[in-house]
């Protein structure tokens, strides 16, 4: 019988959905194989040469920063929590504009390979680069997770009964053999070409969907607002909701169920009479207070991404940096128009993803399965648009799985290896270690991916976002703009705003994780009293959901604080610093300081 | 070593570093003030006008029209808009400390 069981498992498979999907897969391998042949020096592995044209890197940018979260998440959490969850796609896309207006040139300029680089060359001192080596590495591996965890899903939904692990396995041997080969260079291609497969992987079905079923504004328009007594959009066939599903008031409106949770918990735990006087004097201000700082840690956490941060590097000049922004806004922009569609369609014709299904969020899946309703009208062309979908979504988390171990590697390849290991080692063994650590990092992730199956994607990218708003985003505007910095003040703002984030989001997941029915439920039940302290104290619960309101002002306040005592240590040539840092390029400055640094270090 | 040009010393001076920092600062802080009262007046705007936020506008709502639809173009204005003219900024920096040189 062994061997008619592959047969019968392939069976239950959609040949278009495994035909788009293991194009894409295949695709990326075979360019990294070609890549690999021109790619020969460190420098093409580390930063591609600094010679990607700006349409190419807005391109690999784009595609390494639509993830998995923004690909499925993004749509399901339109759907399951309606207005507020617009505040994702519209921040993670503006995120951008600050990166571009504080953070792009001036950095380009300095010119350093990592980040690592530039904060021990702006303070001159290794002991910083360690501290920030840590940090590339521990937020690289937060948001390698979710990444991993939505790789195994959506294999595990293609081939029905393959177990989680191995889509997880597959993925992160593809990306980490393609990292290996072809390093930054490699990666740029891969990652570029996958954007033009998620961007078309999304539109297409979805103006599909729209010519077939009604368009976006009609979608919207079939929700009855709040005090409306119809909704003004009647034209559209509408399943009736599912008793988990938002009412429509709530979830067209602002203040719904995403930003209200904390209040709500804390009224369930009050006598009944006192509920209403309850939710009306604290329900609003409270859900304003965590929509503002879930914009502060979505547009802070963007610009201080750590595999965002180190392609800059890769443009020629500082003007080519932010030509390349602009062009990724544009790009990332038109791209996040389409996910809210698939979720407020979503809602109108497929409610039952609201009751959820094993393993997976259900109305996370809303991207990958509405396109079958096309199926019962039009037969083949719904499973080729799911077959689409599909291929987008393993884009989707390769493409930013690349950026992420190309960071790292370059992380621990040049800083840890090249700079503190063994100083002395040439070009050759460089390029040897890079490829060692891409193997190295490549089999960590995997094995942290596979554990990670009862977590929830939106939950972790929300925490990479929150500890990168807090340490790396201050770090880096402080640094840029102001010339009293110390690498203390850095130091200890940096450190405290990202472990105080760490353990504000830490501390409300495994509450949350401890009402899990099953064994995640077993694993945290210490801290199941937490909840009991959340309903009494909702506006803690909330400044620990989405700390970065405080934990932001508490990084930058600490380095002001901590620079200003220790102003003695301000390095001696920074006014040549800046000069490199904002000065325009064409001056020559960085020639004249590189001079100046070889002098003096010969003395 | 030479005595520093009348070039090299402008460029070294305090003064021009910091008229250089403020004047890109400036523009930098224009764009994001025109950026951030769009978006922290928005949810500001949700909770005081509700009922004006509620508005129908082509079926949407008009916060949900603001937030999903527009809100993409008007970014995209201001990064052009800051685009350009911080190009500009740093050709007038290296024309005017040209200028300099040529003048001795």
Redesign the interface.
């Known amino acids: 019988m062994a061997p008619l069981l592959p047969v019968a498992f392939l069976e239950a498979v959609d040949p278009w959905i495994f035909a788009f999907s293991f194009v894409t897969v295949a695709a990326t391998i075979w360019m990294g194989f070609r890549s690999a042949r021109t790619s020969k020096t460190a420098s093409d592995f580390f930063v591609a040469g600094r010679s990607v044209s700006v349409g190419w890197n807005a391109s690999a940018i784009s595609g390494e920063y639509l993830s998995a979260a923004s690909f499925m998440g993004v749509a399901g959490m339109v759907m399951s929590s309606g207005?507020d969850a617009?505040?994702y796609p519209?921040?993670y896309?503006?995120g951008?504009?600050?990166l571009?207006?504080?953070i792009a040139?001036p950095l380009r300029r300095f010119g350093a390979y990592t980040i690592p680089d530039f904060a021990e060359g702006r303070y001159d001192s290794p002991l910083f680069r360690k501290i920030a080596v840590c940090f590339v590495l521990f937020i690289g591996f937060f948001y390698t997770m979710p990444q991993m965890k939505g790789a195994g899903v959506t294999l595990a939904y293609i081939f029905p009964g393959i177990p989680y692990w191995a889509g997880v396995v597959l993925v992160g041997a593809v990306i980490t053999l393609n990292v290996a080969l072809g390093g930054m260079k490699g990666i740029t291609l891969v990652q570029a070409f996958q954007y033009w497969i998620k961007m078309f992987a999304i539109s297409v079905p979805v103006f599909v969907l729209m010519a077939v079923f009604g368009f976006y504004?009609?979608h919207?328009?079939a929700n009855n607002?709040?005090?409306?007594s119809a909704a003004?959009?009647t034209g559209i066939e509408r399943k009736a909701l599912v008793e988990k599903a938002p009412r429509d008031d709530k979830w067209?409106?602002?203040?719904g169920p995403l930003t209200t949770k904390a209040v709500n918990a804390a009224a369930a735990a009050l006598p009944a009479e006192q509920r209403p006087a309850y939710l009306a004097e604290h329900q609003?201000p409270y859900s304003?207070l965590y929509?503002?700082s879930l914009?502060i840690a979505l547009?802070c956490g963007t610009a201080g991404l750590p595999h965002i941060l180190v392609r800059f590097y890769t443009n020629p000049d500082?003007?080519a940096a932010?030509?390349t922004?602009?062009w990724v806004?544009?790009l990332i922009?038109?791209f996040?128009?389409f996910p809210?569609i698939f979720g407020v369609i979503g809602r109108n014709l497929m409610p039952e993803l609201y009751t959820g299904l094993a393993g997976i969020k259900g109305t996370d899946q809303v991207v990958l399965k509405l396109p079958t309703l096309l199926a019962e009208k039009y037969g083949v062309l719904g499973s080729i648009l799911s077959g689409i979908t599909c291929a987008g979504a393993f884009a989707a988390f390769m493409s930013t799985f690349s950026g992420l171990l190309v960071s790292m590697t370059g992380a621990l390849a040049h800083d840890v290896y090249g700079r503190m290991i063994r100083p002395e080692s040439n070009q050759a063994e460089r390029l040897v270690a890079f490829k060692f650590a891409a193997v190295l990092t490549g089999g960590v992730a995997i094995v942290l991916g596979c554990f990670v199956e009862k977590l929830e994607i939106n939950f972790m990218v929300g925490q990479a976002f929150a500890i990168a708003a807090s340490s790396y985003f201050p770090l880096l505007f402080m640094s840029v703009?102001w010339r009293g910095m110390t690498m203390k003040g850095a130091a200890a703002g940096m450190l405290a705003g990202g472990i105080c984030a760490l353990i504000a989001v830490a501390l409300t997941n495994v509450s949350t994780l401890a009402l899990d029915p099953g064994e995640m439920g077993r694993i945290f039940a210490v801290f199941k009293p937490l909840n009991a302290f959340w309903a009494q104290h909702p506006l803690l619960r909330i400044l620990c959901e989405q700390p970065a309101i405080w934990t932001v002002a508490l990084a930058i306040g600490l380095m002001i604080v901590v620079s200003k005592a220790t102003a003695a240590q301000v390095p001696g040539d920074i006014?040549?610093k800046?000069?490199v840092l904002?000065?325009?390029e064409?001056?020559g400055?960085k020639q004249e300081y590189i001079q100046e640094h070889i002098a003096g270090a010969g003395h | 070593m030479p005595p520093p040009t009348p070039h090299e010393d402008r460029v070294h001076s305090e003064q021009f570093l910091h008229t250089l920092m403020r004047r890109q600062l400036k523009l930098s802080i224009a764009c994001a003030a025109a950026f951030l009262v769009v978006l922290l007046g928005l949810p500001v705007a949700n909770y005081l006008a509700p009922q004006l936020m509620a508005t129908r506008v082509f079926g949407f709502t008009l916060t949900w029209l603001l937030l999903g639809v527009l809100f993409f173009p008007a970014v995209w204005a201001i990064s052009w808009i800051f685009i350009r003219r911080s190009i500009w900024l740093e050709e007038d920096e290296v024309r005017s400390v040209k200028s300099l040189g040529e003048d001795r």
């Open positions: 207005y617009l505040w519209v921040c896309a503006c951008y504009l600050f571009l207006l504080f040139g504004n009609v919207v328009g607002a709040p005090g409306e003004p959009a067209i409106a602002p203040f609003k304003l929509t503002y914009i547009v500082g003007v932010k030509r922004t602009m806004m544009i922009g038109i996040y128009v809210p703009w006014r040549m800046m000069l904002h000065a325009p064409k001056l400055l």
